[in-house]
C-alpha cells in the first residue's frame, strides 16, 4: 500500500526560544510551522498524482530532478527543495547558552573543524567573511552556503529560491537561509545583522559530522 503523505515535518531540536536572542521566538514559530510545514504539504500533494515516486527518499527526488516526472518536476524542486533545506537547517543551528556570551559545547568550534577549515580558506574570520559577503550578494530569496565538492575542498555558493546544492551533487556543510521570512520580523532589511547573529549558534559539532562524513 502506497502511504498517502510519506512526508513529514520534523520536531526543532530546541525550544522555539532557544536561540534567543539571536533569532527570536516568533521568527521560528513561523518559520518552521508555517513555512516549513507548507513545503512539506505541498509537495505530499505534488506526489499524490504520482504513487511511484511518493516512497522515494527526498534526497532520492531531489538529486535525480530531470527523472522526475515533468508535471511534478518544479514543485518537487521548490518544495522538496524547502523542505531538505529547512530540515539540514535547524541542525546546524544550537542554543547559546542562557547568557548568550560563553560558548556552549556544540557553538564551539572545534579543532578538527578549524583545521578543514583553514585548508580551504585563509582563516576562520576570513571564511566568516566571505561567507557573509556571499549572503549578503545572494540577491532576492535563497541560501548561503558551505560545500564540500567533489575533490574535496570546501567552497561557499549561493542557491536561489528552495534550490539545493545535493540537486547538482554538491554535499552541504553549513547553510544560511537568506529569505527574508528567516529574520525580517527581528532584523527587518538588516540582512548583515542576521548573519552576524548566525555565527553565534552555528551547532559546530553538526558542521564537523558533515565535513567528516565519508571519512
Ligand atoms: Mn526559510
Redesign the pocket.
Known amino acids: 500500500m502506497v502511504v498517502k503523505f510519506m512526508h513529514t515535518l520534523p520536531l526543532l531540536p530546541y525550544a522555539y526560544d532557544a536561540l534567543e536572542p539571536y533569532i527570536d521566538e516568533q521568527t521560528m514559530r513561523l518559520?518552521h510551522d508555517k513555512?516549513?510545514q507548507t513545503y512539506v504539504d505541498k509537495l505530499n500533494v505534488a506526489l499524490e498524482k504520482f504513487p511511484e515516486w511518493q516512497n522515494k527518499k527526498l534526497e532520492e527526488l531531489l538529486g535525480n530532478l530531470e527523472t522526475v516526472p515533468e508535471a511534478i518536476r518544479m514543485a518537487v524542486r521548490n518544495h522538496g527543495g524547502?523542505h531538505w533545506?529547512?530540515s539540514f537547517?535547524w541542525n546546524i543551528l544550537a542554543p547559546a547558552n542562557s547568557q548568550g556570551s560563553t560558548l556552549t559545547e556544540k557553538t564551539t568550534l572545534t579543532e578538527k573543524t578549524r583545521t578543514l577549515l583553514e585548508k580551504s580558506f585563509p582563516s576562520i574570520d576570513e571564511f566568516k567573511k566571505r561567507f557573509k559577503d556571499s549572503a549578503l550578494a545572494c540577491f532576492g530569496s535563497g541560501w548561503t552556503w558551505l560545500i564540500k565538492q567533489s575533490e574535496g575542498s570546501l567552497a561557499i555558493i549561493n542557491t536561489p529560491n528552495q534550490d539545493t546544492p545535493i540537486s547538482v551533487g554538491q554535499a552541504p556543510i553549513l547553510g544560511l537561509?537568506v529569505?527574508e521570512?528567516?529574520y525580517y520580523l527581528k532584523y527587518q532589511n538588516r540582512r548583515a545583522e542576521y548573519i552576524d547573529a548566525f555565527f553565534n549558534i552555528i551547532n559546530w559539532a553538526q558542521v564537523e559530522k558533515h565535513l567528516t562524513n565519508g571519512e
Request: glycine share 10%; aromatic share 18%.
Open positions: 518559520h513555512h516549513h524547502g533545506n529547512h537547517f537561509d529569505w521570512h528567516a
